[in-house]
């Protein structure tokens, strides 16, 4: 039994979500070649709600730009790669059920309600972003979570086949291999 695992599902301390939160900002603002505005003094609400705004208005001009899309992709998947293979060696996650309580507990700090089907299939029922994002936000900004699942899992990939931002009632996604996610 993994117990900084278990303990996590049921409290992570402030002064840790803190932590990750300003993690993600930091690498996100450097996939994206800007710097993340400050977030001290405020609540880990309101630093979330400046991430979400922060990566919507970095996306939306990336967009307009698509000659530099692809290379901003690249960094925030490996950015988030390379979280995601310390958060697997801190935690020392082994198993797919350690892979699927630590994404849950990840995207539980950034109100994204995140579970596995106990196979190869996620389901996110309800996310924070999709109320900030459009598709092509979502799209681009999905590298993150990709890089991260990858990261916790040594290499599987994480490809989304339904999402909340294309006008669907949850999002789906298949983790495996690359045969299998196609």
């Not at 049921?10 to 979500?17: D, W």
């Not at 000659?67 to 797919?96: P, Q």
């Amino acid at each position: 039994m993994n117990v900084p695992l278990r303990l996590g599902q049921i409290y992570l301390p402030p002064s840790v979500k803190r932590k990750r939160l300003k993690q993600l900002f930091e690498l996100t603002a450097d996939a994206f070649g800007s710097g993340a505005p400050r977030m001290e003094g405020i609540s880990l609400d309101k630093i979330l709600e400046r991430y979400a705004r922060f990566t919507r208005e970095e996306a939306e001009k990336l967009i307009a730009r698509p000659e530099d899309r692809e290379k901003v992709r690249e960094r925030l998947y490996r950015n988030a790669f390379t979280l995601g293979c310390e958060l697997r060696k801190a935690y020392r996650i082994k198993t797919r059920r350690e892979i699927l309580l630590m994404g849950r507990i990840i995207y539980k700090v950034v109100k994204i309600d995140f579970r596995g089907d106990g196979a190869c299939g996620i389901v996110v029922r309800r996310c924070f972003f999709s109320i900030y994002y459009s598709a092509e936000v979502c799209a681009l900004i999905s590298a993150f979570d990709e890089g991260m699942m990858a990261g916790l899992t040594s290499g599987l990939r994480l490809r989304f086949f339904e999402k909340i931002t294309e006008g669907n009632d949850c999002c789906r996604a298949h983790l495996g291999n690359e045969e299998s996610a196609s």
